[in-house]
């Protein structure tokens, strides 16, 4: 069954250091999503991605966040300066439609830890 | 998007089913119900959606009210591996939707042997 990748699956950084996460979508998806979980905390949006561009972004999501699809089967989550509180699960997902069956399949995540 | 209410936990015994429930009395016309989990550290997962009517599938039947303000998330048989927080979730399903989906807490379901 195809599944969505992450890697790594724990970065440990220090702060103010640029980290890259790194996800594999499901290949026949147009729709890429970025989520986070800080511990003990509720899974949070961070953006959405079709054709592109981004079609949504949450309020978290600000100047040192970024998105892209540098090629056609990877989805990157860049974080420019890293602050202690973005230590957190990052979580990537990706679907087939907006519309309709609106599955969305979660990657095992990566932990991110900032020092 | 509606609001959900959810139990924060629940327990069920192994091999019995597990019936979770959810309050969604704000929901509209065109919002679905769907049901996520997330079994500890792991990525959330898809279990089902439904609209109107009650739907069922490999992992689990959905129940849902006749005026909508309601749902249940039924497990037939839970086992241990059934055990993880589950998610409630109500969002619009149309081209120009919002596609993100809002987690609440949740309910921990902890399966006992």
């Known amino acids: 069954e195809p599944e969505v990748t992450q890697t790594p699956s724990h970065q440990v950084t220090q702060m103010g250091q640029e980290v890259i996460l790194r996800c594999v979508p499901i290949s026949n998806h147009l729709y890429f999503y970025w989520y986070r979980q800080i511990l003990g905390q509720k899974v949070e949006f961070l953006v959405s991605?079709?054709?592109?561009?981004?079609?949504?972004k949450s309020e978290i999501f600000d100047d040192q966040f970024s998105v892209e699809r540098p090629d056609g089967s990877n989805f990157t989550l860049k974080i420019r300066s890293t602050k202690l509180e973005d230590s957190a699960m990052y979580f990537c997902a990706s679907s087939e439609a907006v519309a309709g069956y609106n599955e969305q399949f979660f990657g095992p995540g990566t932990r991110l830890t900032v020092l | 998007d509606a609001k959900t209410t959810q139990p924060p936990s629940m327990d069920c015994a192994e091999g019995r089913a597990a019936n979770l429930p959810c309050n969604h009395s704000?929901?509209?016309?065109?919002?679905?119900v769907y049901w996520y989990r997330q079994i500890h550290s792991q990525g959330p997962q898809y279990i089902i959606h439904g609209l109107k009517n009650n739907e069922t599938n490999e992992m689990a039947s959905l129940i849902i009210t006749e005026d909508r303000k309601s749902s249940t998330l039924i497990l037939p048989h839970a086992t241990l591996r059934d055990t993880a927080v589950y998610y409630c979730i109500v969002r619009a399903n149309y081209g120009g939707a919002t596609n993100k989906l809002i987690f609440g807490t949740g309910t921990l379901l902890a399966v006992q042997p």
């Open positions: 991605f079709y054709n592109n561009e981004i079609s949504e």
């Open positions: 704000t929901i509209s016309g065109n919002e679905y």
